[in-house]
C-alpha cells in the first residue's frame, strides 16, 4: 500500500557491507518535489569516501576473494534473492521512490517490478557468455570472455530505482564490483537496494553505493585510477565530462547513455485515437522526464489538425497533482531549476511562433508542477524542436511525405529513439531502415524490455544496455594459445 509517510530507512554511505558517515561528516538534504521540503539529510560522500569504495570493491575482486570464486549459479541464486527481498519491500521501495522522485506512485510501484525482472533476466545469464575455439594450425587458440574488475555507475534521478537494476544486473551477472554514484536528487532507493543487497548475502565490497555531487563524488569516479569502466546515464555534457576524464586518467572503458529528441511519426491511414493516444504516453510519460521521450510529434497535414484538436484535448484531461493520490497521472519536476528550464523553453517556442494549444504554465505556488503544454505549428529550426526539453511539452509538426519526414527526423544531433504509427508495412520498414535511433517501435513506443538492447546513435551515447549486448561493457576478451609439442 502507499505510504506517502514512509520513512528512510538508511542515509549514510554504503561502504563494504557497512552503512557509514562521509569521511567529511558532510550531509545534505534530499527533497519532496511535490512540497519542496526536505525529506532526510544523507551522507555526501566524496574523493575520499570514493577511495574507500574502490578499495573495498578492489579487495573483493581479487582473484583468491570469496565472490570470485563463486560458481555462476551461486551469483544467480545470490541475484534472485535480491529479486525476493525486493519483492517483500516492493510498496515501501515504491513509496520512498514517489516521495523522492515525485512520479506518482501506481509509476513508480511498475519501476520496482520492471526492475525486479531486469535483475532476474541478467541472472540467468551468469553461465551464458562464452568464448571461442580459433583453428589454429599447429596451436590451440581459444578465447574467455572475463569480467573488466571494478566498476564506476552514474546513474540519473528519472529512474531511480530502473537505472539501478539495468547497471547491477549486467555487472553483477558477470561477476564485477561496483562502485555507484545515485543522483543526488534522488538517492533513497538506492540505500535501501544496498541494504537488501547486503541482506541477500552479497560479499562485502561487491556493492557500494555513495551518495554525493557530480563534481565530487562523480568526479572521483570518473577519474579513478582503479576503476577499469565507467557507465554513466545523463545529460550530453556531463558525458562529455566522463569520458574525458576516462581518458586523461587510465583510459578506462566508458558506455554512455544520453539525451534524445526521438520523432513519433503518425500516417494518415493511421487510427487516430490509437495515435493521439500513443503520442501523448510516449512524451507525457513520466512527466517527460525521459531520455527516449518522444518529443517531436509529427503528424501527416491530411490528419494534422484533427490530430492537434484531439491531443490538445487530451493534455488538457490529464490529472496532474499529489503523485500519492489515485488517478493521478503526473506529478511535479524533479527540482525548481528543472522546472524553470522547462517553462523557459515554453517561453521560447511561443516567441519563435509555436502555437500554444495547451497549458503552458506552472500549477500553484508549491511544488514543481507544469500543465501538460502541446504546441503546434512547431518549424524544425526552432529550440524546441532542436533540443531535450525533459519535461511535458509536446510538440506537433506537419509532414506531406515519407522520404521528407526520413530527412527531417534525422536532422538533430540526437539519435535514442523513434516511433511509426501506420498500417503500411512498407512505410514501417522504410521508416525503420533509414533513422537514426538505437530503438525503432511500430505502432507502439517506448517498449523497452530486459532482453532487447537499448541506446542511442550520435549524441545520445555510446554502447548498450540491457539483453545480451548490454553484457559486452562489463566483460574482457582473452585469448589463450597453446602450441602442440
Not at 326 to 350: A, H, R
Not at 397 to 414: G, L, P, Q, T, Y
Request: net charge neutral; charged share 20%; aromatic share 8%.
Amino acid at each position: 500500500m502507499a505510504n506517502p509517510n514512509a520513512l528512510p530507512k538508511y542515509t549514510k554511505l554504503f561502504i563494504n557491507n557497512e552503512f557509514v558517515d562521509a569521511a567529511s561528516g558532510k550531509t545534505f538534504a534530499t527533497s519532496n518535489p511535490a512540497t519542496g521540503k526536505e525529506i532526510i539529510q544523507v551522507a555526501e560522500g566524496d574523493k575520499a569516501d570514493v577511495d574507500l569504495a574502490v578499495a573495498a570493491a578492489k579487495k573483493a575482486f581479487h582473484r583468491d576473494s570469496a565472490w570470485r570464486k563463486m560458481s555462476p549459479l551461486q551469483r544467480t541464486n545470490l541475484m534472485h534473492k535480491l529479486c525476493s527481498l525486493m519483492e517483500r519491500d516492493k510498496e515501501f521501495l515504491a513509496s520512498i521512490e514517489t516521495q523522492d522522485n515525485g512520479k506518482p506512485y501506481a509509476e513508480a510501484l511498475f519501476d520496482v517490478t520492471i526492475s525486479i525482472m531486469t535483475l532476474q533476466y541478467y541472472a540467468g545469464w551468469t553461465d551464458k557468455f562464452f568464448g571461442d575455439t580459433i583453428p589454429a594450425g599447429g596451436f590451440i587458440a581459444m578465447t574467455r570472455k572475463e569480467p573488466v574488475g571494478v566498476v564506476g555507475q552514474i546513474i540519473p534521478w528519472n529512474y531511480p530505482l530502473l537505472m539501478l537494476a539495468w547497471k547491477w544486473g549486467p555487472a553483477l551477472a558477470v561477476g564485477c564490483t561496483i562502485v555507484m554514484k545515485p543522483a543526488e536528487q534522488t538517492p533513497l532507493t538506492a540505500l535501501h537496494m544496498a541494504a537488501l543487497a547486503k541482506e541477500a548475502g552479497f560479499p562485502a565490497g561487491v556493492i557500494n553505493v555513495i551518495n554525493g555531487f557530480g563534481p565530487t563524488a562523480g568526479a572521483a569516479i570518473s577519474e579513478h585510477p582503479q576503476i577499469a569502466k565507467v557507465a554513466f546515464t545523463g545529460s550530453v555534457d556531463i558525458g562529455r565530462i566522463v569520458m574525458q576524464a576516462a581518458a586523461t586518467t587510465n583510459l578506462k572503458r566508458v558506455s554512455l547513455e544520453l539525451g534524445g529528441k526521438s520523432p513519433v511519426v503518425v500516417f494518415e491511414d493511421a487510427d487516430i485515437d490509437y495515435a493521439v493516444d500513443t503520442a501523448h504516453e510516449a512524451l507525457f510519460s513520466n512527466h517527460g522526464q525521459s531520455c527516449c521521450a518522444g518529443s517531436r510529434t509529427y503528424v501527416h497535414e491530411k490528419i494534422y489538425d484533427k490530430f492537434v484538436e484531439k491531443a490538445a484535448a487530451k493534455a488538457k484531461a490529464r490529472k496532474v497533482g499529489n503523485p500519492f493520490e489515485e488517478n493521478v497521472l503526473q506529478g511535479p519536476q524533479i527540482d525548481d531549476e528543472m522546472m524553470t528550464k522547462v517553462l523557459g523553453y515554453i517561453e521560447s517556442g511561443q516567441k519563435q511562433g509555436a502555437k500554444l494549444q495547451a497549458g503552458g504554465k506552472r500549477i500553484g505556488n508549491v511544488g514543481y508542477f507544469i500543465e501538460p503544454t502541446v504546441f503546434s505549428d512547431v518549424k524544425d529550426d526552432m529550440r524546441i524542436a532542436q533540443e531535450e526539453i525533459f519535461g511535458p511539452v509536446q510538440s506537433i509538426f506537419k509532414f506531406s511525405c515519407i522520404d521528407e519526414m526520413i530527412e527531417r527526423a534525422n536532422n538533430v544531433n540526437f539519435g535514442l529513439a523513434a516511433g511509426i504509427i501506420t498500417n503500411d508495412i512498407n512505410k514501417a520498414m522504410k521508416f525503420a531502415n533509414s533513422v537514426d535511433a538505437g530503438s525503432v517501435w511500430i505502432n507502439c513506443y517506448d517498449a523497452v524490455l530486459p532482453q532487447t538492447p537499448f541506446g542511442g546513435y550520435k549524441h545520445s551515447g555510446i554502447g548498450r544496455e540491457l539483453g545480451k549486448d548490454g553484457l559486452d561493457n562489463y566483460l574482457e576478451t582473452k585469448t589463450i594459445t597453446m602450441k602442440l609439442l
